[in-house]
C-alpha cells in the first residue's frame, strides 16, 4: 500500500520558490507519482506527474530520486492565486488500494 | 474546466432518503472515478467504472452503488443517508483504464439534515 506523507501546511511570500515534498516509502515499480492542486470547494486539478529524475512543464517542476521514495514538487516564484492545498497521489491508477491521496499540504502565500 | 460535469451542484436531503449524483466525463473518457471529501476524512475514493464495468472499489460504504452507463455517463447513488454522508462528491475521468491524469469535476455538494 504506498501510502504518502506530506507535510500539514507550509508558508511562502509571493515570487519565493516553494518546495513541498511527499514521501513513498512503499512505492511499486509501476508506480507514477502525480501532484494535484485544490482551492476550496473545487475539484482537484492536476498539476505534474512523473515517474523518476525530473519533470517540467509550464507551472511546475517534480524531483524524484533514484530511489523513488519521495519527491518534491517545486513552485517557481509563487503568487497570491498558488494558495491551495498540494495533494501527492502515487500509484498505479486503475488498481484497488491505490488510489490514495496524501493528507494534503495547504499552502499560504503572503504579500 | 476540466470538461468533465457534475449535477446537481448542491442537494439537501433527510437522514433515510436516498439521491442520485451525476456525471458526465470529458468526452472519450473511458474511466470514471468517485471521491468523497469531508472535513475529517479528505479526499477518499470511492470507486472507478470502465467502460461500463466496475474495476476498483475504495471505501465505498454498502449503502453506496454506482454504475456507468453505454454512453460513459455515471450515476452515484447513496441511499439510507445519515448525517455523515455530508461532504462534497467528486467525480474524476480518464482515458484509460490505468495510467492516465484524471479530470475532476466541480463537484457535488451534499448536505443530510
Known amino acids: 500500500l504506498a501510502k504518502t506523507t506530506q507535510p500539514i501546511s507550509m508558508d511562502s511570500y509571493e515570487g519565493q520558490e516553494v518546495n513541498i515534498t511527499c514521501s513513498h516509502n512503499n512505492i511499486a515499480t509501476n508506480d507514477y507519482i502525480t501532484w494535484y492542486q485544490q482551492f476550496p470547494s473545487q475539484g482537484p486539478r492536476f498539476i505534474i506527474q512523473g515517474y523518476k529524475t525530473k519533470v517540467t512543464n509550464e507551472v511546475a517542476s517534480l524531483f524524484i530520486p533514484a530511489d523513488r521514495k519521495s519527491s518534491t514538487l517545486s513552485l517557481p516564484r509563487v503568487s497570491l492565486s498558488d494558495t491551495a492545498v498540494y495533494y501527492c497521489?502515487?500509484?498505479?491508477?486503475?488498481?484497488?488500494?491505490?488510489?490514495?491521496f496524501g493528507t494534503g499540504t495547504r499552502l499560504q502565500v503572503f504579500p | 474546466d476540466s470538461g468533465v460535469t457534475q449535477t446537481p451542484k448542491h442537494l439537501i436531503t433527510a437522514t433515510g432518503q436516498r439521491v442520485t449524483l451525476r456525471c458526465s466525463p470529458r468526452?472519450?473518457?473511458?474511466?470514471v472515478y468517485w471521491y468523497q471529501q469531508s472535513l475529517d476524512q479528505g479526499l477518499q475514493f470511492l470507486i472507478q467504472y470502465y467502460n461500463g464495468e466496475e474495476r476498483a472499489k475504495g471505501n465505498i460504504l454498502e449503502r453506496f452503488s454506482a454504475q456507468q452507463f453505454p454512453d460513459l455517463h455515471s450515476e452515484l447513488n447513496l441511499s439510507s443517508l445519515e448525517l455523515g454522508d455530508s461532504a462534497l462528491y467528486f467525480c474524476?475521468?480518464?482515458?484509460?483504464?490505468?495510467?492516465?491524469?484524471?479530470?475532476f469535476g466541480p463537484g457535488t455538494r451534499l448536505t443530510v439534515l
Open positions: 497521489l502515487v500509484g498505479l491508477l486503475g488498481n484497488t488500494d491505490k488510489l490514495i
Open positions: 474524476a475521468s480518464s482515458p484509460r483504464l490505468a495510467g492516465d491524469t484524471q479530470y
Open positions: 468526452s472519450g473518457d473511458l474511466s
